[in-house]
């Protein structure tokens, strides 16, 4: 018989059919898990996005020991979607997991048909990005290298299992879902670049830089340094909780180089909405950070003849990519990364990546790719200047 935790609220405000559908969905999931009924209530909209509703429900009614709320993913996509068997397969590997070498969500229940996820409600800790957006410079600078530690630990922690990773997404997707979803769209993008670039700023592109960006591929392929990767690593995605930070949004999870990762300290953030300026030796902080943790599973990192090369060759993709991603086509405005969110203009971001690259690429000699950036930086100031410079991030204005 079901233990009833605590009376239902009065409906005042139903739900949407949307909502009601991930409950009823979730409720089923659960049942078949757990083999008797579970009964959820008092269902919250924490957002999601056109591929997903994503809800905190209230456990209303179990004969077990479950937590007092949870959160249901319901993936719109035909099921099983891509999304969900990477999201799915990560909670997995993750769960597997002792406590305090899981750093995500423990997942309680999945349905491939239904395309729902039930996972740990972490509660209404902030996120990264509200941090960065908020008025408080102590606490953000806290925040980013608490993330940097524990993007470090999840590598290291990962460091090894990639076998298992790809026996359950075997299990799941019968081999369907395989690999990096960066390993097709970040090549495609930097070979398509120089034609954008030359029809939207006039920039000519060297074949020897050119193929010096290609030669970035490798980041891709097959190479030692692999942990996991959420993919989608951008400041909304990461909460800041008692026990550290916790990473969200697993769409796209899987295993690849790391250095694809420690470029989002370096950047930063290039595939993001928020991405605003940093403090002066932030980036560094938040490098050495990553480093210490994963110098433990991989010695070599810690000699900069390996690891620096290897970074800029991430910070090479990454802006080569992210360019071609956000840079406006002929005719089209040069309108913030994201129309509802605090984000900068398009120019101004990729402006402030340029630049960015042409220091390393200086520091490093690598001469053809910083005349290249200085010529990108030069014609995007020419044509949606004068004054592209990227602001700090609100906490540190």
């Known amino acids: 018989m079901s233990v009833d935790i605590a009376p239902d609220p009065a409906d005042l405000d139903r739900p949407g059919p949307q909502i009601l559908e991930t409950v009823a969905a979730a409720e089923a999931v659960l049942r078949r898990r757990y083999g008797a009924k579970i009964q959820l209530a008092e269902p919250e909209d924490l957002g999601g996005s056109k591929l997903s509703t994503v809800v905190r429900v209230r456990v209303a009614a179990t004969p077990f020991s479950l937590p007092r709320t949870l959160v249901v993913k319901k993936h719109t996509e035909p099921a099983p979607s891509e999304s969900f068997v990477r999201e799915a397969v990560s909670y997995q590997l993750f769960t597997a997991l002792s406590a305090e070498e899981r750093m995500c969500p423990e997942l309680y229940a999945h349905d491939g048909a239904a395309g729902v996820i039930v996972i740990e409600d972490l509660g209404r800790a902030p996120t990264l990005a509200d941090k960065l957006l908020g008025d408080d410079a102590r606490g953000a600078e806290r925040a980013l290298l608490s993330w940097a530690r524990s993007l470090g630990r999840l590598h290291a922690t990962t460091a ?62 097959t190479s030692r340094h692999r942990g996991f990767s959420p993919s989608d690593l951008c400041p909304d995605n990461n909460l800041i909780t008692s026990r550290g930070v916790r990473f969200l949004d697993f769409e796209g999870g899987c295993v690849r ?54 970074m800029l060759d991430a910070q090479l993709f990454w802006v080569w990519a992210s360019t071609f991603w956000f840079l406006p086509r002929p005719g089209e405005p040069d309108g913030p990364i994201d129309s509802h969110l605090p984000s900068p203009r398009r120019s101004v971001s990729l402006a402030a990546r340029w630049r960015h690259l042409a220091d390393e690429a200086k520091r490093a000699g690598a001469d053809s790719i910083v005349d290249h950036a200085h010529s990108v930086v030069a014609a995007l100031t020419k044509k949606f200047g004068p004054e592209l410079t990227l602001p700090m991030y609100p906490a540190f204005r």
């Open 160 to 221: 090894g299992r990639e076998a298992d990773f790809d026996a359950l997404m075997r299990r799941l997707s019968a081999a369907k879902v395989k690999g990096d979803p960066l390993a097709v769209n970040g090549p495609a993008a930097i070979e398509r670049l120089p034609q954008l670039l030359e029809d939207a700023l006039g920039v000519h592109t060297p074949a020897h830089v050119f193929e010096r960006a290609e030669r970035t591929r490798w980041l891709v392929a």
């Open 257 to 310: 180089n790391i250095m694809l990762d420690a470029a989002y300290l370096r950047v930063p953030f290039p595939s993001c909405w928020c991405a605003f300026a940093l403090p002066a030796g932030m980036t560094d902080a938040m490098f050495a950070a990553w480093r210490a943790e994963v110098r433990v599973m991989w010695p070599d990192l810690e000699d900069d003849a390996i690891v620096l090369p290897r």
